[in-house]
């Protein structure tokens, strides 16, 4: 008993010190930085434009082609994502309808808590956890522990996983997007103390590394395990184009996910795995010269395939971060990489003016494009991944 509790004792001391990562190998460009402030600056006129359109009892999701704007319950995925952008761009332009906007959010927001839900780290944790960081409260952090404990009953340790979609008896499906929503866990057992939060979230990871992805680094999907075993039964594409294919913004999910898994653990197999990912989009030759994918890397149709912008945002967040774990050549590559996807989605090919796009910053993203839904609109996170990639950019050496 003794030894398990040092070695519980241990973890968490390794958490709370590699929690907060600081990029200090690189300088932003300046003319990158001037050309983020002003994208900061009009996207924050935009969002209180967006405001306007916003039922107070939901969230915005897009702006249909249609010309309508569409918004969802607190218990939609993408839910968290709209306060958690108003709070970045709070951040960044001190502009203070944007954080009362976020705030009023919160209150719709808060009885997610205990929705049982995979996706509760991307609800809660992009939008209480930007809230807390700005000015820490009690009822954050509470309202925060509450989600991860909601999210860990659906851990099942013959997987070793947390479960992504319903699934029929016998089986467990774990999408990678998943990999996004073990940040909540691993927040929660620095906060709390208690490490099965993170032995969880180490559980999960280890777990989809080894079964989600092909030798060449790109992802399936979806992965069907045996609920009772944990053997794999299938793996497939479902959002993608095929099932052999490399979905953009899962390949994008993963990036993340395993980057964001070394910050909080220092484990060299996820710096390996996030390196090998970057280094699978980055080479392939499907990847467009303004770097901003294409919905998927082996879509018909290609080079006049639909582009997903939201993809593109993911990895230019994701990048920023690696860049600081990895040696300086290697580093100055992703940077450079990074900086092509922000010209790019800042040109007035992805980036709208001033009301248009709904009020949404980005145009040209992708959500299903199998089951038809989401084509080529502006999609919230889209919009949250692109205000963070360039927060993360202008504080570059700090």
Not at 52 to 59: I, T
């Amino acid at each position: 008993m003794k030894i398990k509790y040092l070695a519980a004792t241990m973890f968490l001391s390794i958490l709370a010190y590699t929690g907060k990562a600081q990029n200090n190998k690189f300088r932003p460009k300046a003319d990158l930085v001037n050309l983020i402030d002003k994208n900061l600056k009009e996207a924050a006129e935009q969002y209180k434009f967006l405001m306007k359109h916003v039922p107070a009892d939901s969230l915005p999701e897009t702006f249909e082609k249609s010309g309508k704007w569409k918004s969802i319950p607190a218990k939609n995925w993408v839910s968290g994502f709209y306060p958690g952008t108003l709070f970045y761009l709070y951040q960044a332009t001190n502009d203070k309808a944007l954080y009362e906007e976020g705030l009023k959010r919160l209150t719709v927001m808060e009885p997610i808590k205990y929705l049982d839900s995979h996706d509760i780290g991307f609800m809660m944790y992009c939008s209480f956890g930007n809230a807390n960081n700005i000015k820490p409260e009690p009822s954050y952090k509470d309202i925060l522990l509450t989600s991860a404990t909601t999210l860990t009953k659906r851990f099942n340790p013959n997987v070793g996983c947390t479960m992504s979609w319903s699934s029929k008896p016998g089986e467990f499906r774990v999408i990678i997007d998943n990999m996004m929503n073990l940040e909540l866990l691993m927040w929660a057992s620095k906060t709390s103390g208690d490490p099965s939060f993170a032995k969880m979230a180490v559980s999960h990871a280890n777990t989809t590394l080894k079964n989600h992805f092909r030798p060449d680094y790109s992802s399936f999907h979806l992965v069907n395990y045996n609920s009772g075993n944990g053997q794999v039964i299938r793996k497939q594409t479902v959002q993608g184009f095929a099932d052999e294919s490399a979905w953009a913004r899962g390949q994008g999910w993963g990036l993340y996910g395993f980057t964001m898994m070394y910050r909080e653990t220092k484990d060299p197999q996820y710096l390996k795995q996030a390196t090998g990912i970057a280094n699978f989009i980055l080479n392939h030759p499907n990847l467009p010269t303004d770097k901003v994918p294409f919905w998927d890397f082996n879509s018909p149709g290609i080079p006049n395939a639909l582009r997903d912008a939201s993809a593109g945002a993911i990895y230019a967040s994701a990048l920023i971060e690696l860049a600081g774990y990895v040696d300086a050549k290697e580093g100055k590559k992703f940077i450079a990489a990074a900086e092509t996807i922000l010209r790019s989605l800042s040109s007035p090919q992805f980036k709208a003016a001033y009301g248009d796009n709904g009020g949404f910053i980005l145009k040209h993203s992708v959500g299903h494009l199998p089951k038809g839904v989401l084509i080529d609109v502006p999609l919230t996170y889209a919009d949250y991944y692109f205000v963070e990639a360039m927060l993360r950019y202008k504080n570059l050496g700090k």
